[in-house]
């Protein structure tokens, strides 16, 4: 039985990355780049999977490209009746496979507004909770050039609405801990900063 996924959360410019970065160092864990596949892929298939029209989708992710993911070699991992969880989670065994490490993880923001997703695909995760404070995420993410993020209507364009989208997913994700109980841990990035050796040790 694999060791389930890490799943970092975190608003946008919460720090996440700089975690990201660090838990990827590790001789075990492998956390790529953002994904942003996931809800597209939940989007269009359901469980269990069709392998042949899996497959073809994940031909067609650029993310895959980026990360030097063949799709043949998650082919080789997927098998007919596979849950739509299990047959995501191969995508990022491959990747961790392909760099020689045992046991994946995933930071992506956007997720924070899937939340209820990723505990329905990967039910034994184990979530990892960066919180900054908001005044200097929102400051950090306003002052980000445009174009680096794509922007739709739920892109905040004032800090207020920073604020309000800040405070709504720190809310979720502390909902998500009253659900999922011990598997959640919440860390301040702050902290991170200051005292990275023993934030990673609590992780």
Do not use: N
Request: aromatic residues 8%; hydrophobic residues 45%; charged residues 25%.
């Amino acid at each position: 039985m694999s060791a389930p996924p890490v799943l970092v959360l975190g608003v946008r410019r919460s720090g996440t990355t700089l975690l990201r970065v660090i838990l990827d160092q590790s001789e075990e864990l492998a956390v790529p780049d953002e994904s942003y596949f996931v809800p597209q892929l939940a989007d269009r298939h359901g469980s269990p999977i069709d392998v042949d029209e899996f497959v073809d989708d994940l031909r067609r992710l650029p993310t895959l490209r980026e990360w030097e993911v063949p799709a043949d070699e998650v082919r080789a991992r997927l098998r007919p009746g596979m849950s739509l969880g299990d047959a995501v989670a191969a995508v990022y065994e491959t990747y961790a496979a392909r760099h020689g490490k045992a046991r994946w993880g995933d930071k992506t923001p956007m997720y924070m507004g899937h939340l209820p997703l990723l505990e329905r695909l990967f039910p034994d995760a184990l979530y990892v909770h960066l919180v900054r404070d908001g005044r200097d995420a929102g400051i950090s993410f306003l002052s980000m050039p445009r174009g680096i993020v794509t922007e739709g209507w739920a892109h905040p364009k004032d800090a207020a609405g920073f604020a309000c989208q800040w405070r709504t997913e720190i809310l979720a994700a502390r909902a998500l801990a009253g659900r999922v109980g011990d598997r959640y841990l919440e860390v301040r990035y702050e902290h991170l900063v200051v005292e990275p050796a023993a934030v990673v040790e609590r992780i």
